[in-house]
């Protein structure tokens, strides 16, 4: 069982910044992907970026060039910083864990971005 908590969700201006984290607890697999994904209001959760346990990365194309995703293995961490904001980057962003056909999601946090 893996435990994922998201943290650093906010109110950030257009053109802001944020980062997001997230702490994984429990047997976690040394193989396996983690990545952050939203869902804004009426639509289908979709995945924003991902990065395996080797470091390969993976962005949705409208965030590509403005979020960065990284991951400490030693602190069983990864993180998204978001630049450039827009208000379309407004969703709850949830944190997934991928393993050897199991998958963990932690609870979300809201990201708002307005002025």
């Known amino acids: 069982q893996v435990q994922l908590v998201e943290s650093g969700g906010g109110l950030a201006q257009p053109g802001g910044s944020l980062r997001l984290s997230c702490a994984a607890s429990?047997?976690?697999?040394?193989?396996?992907?983690m990545g952050w994904y939203r869902q804004a209001p009426g639509k289908q959760r979709e995945l924003v970026a991902s990065?395996?346990?080797?470091?390969?990365?993976n962005y949705a194309d409208s965030v590509r060039g403005r979020f960065t995703i990284s991951r400490d293995n030693a602190k069983t961490m990864v993180y998204l910083q978001m630049n450039s904001l827009k208000p379309e980057d407004t969703a709850v962003y949830y944190c997934?864990?991928?393993?050897?056909?199991?998958?963990?999601w932690g609870q979300g946090t809201q990201v708002t971005v307005s002025s």
């Open positions: 997934n864990e991928k393993e050897a056909g199991r998958e963990y």
């Open positions: 429990g047997i976690i697999a040394r193989i396996n992907t």
């Open positions: 990065i395996t346990s080797g470091g390969s990365t």
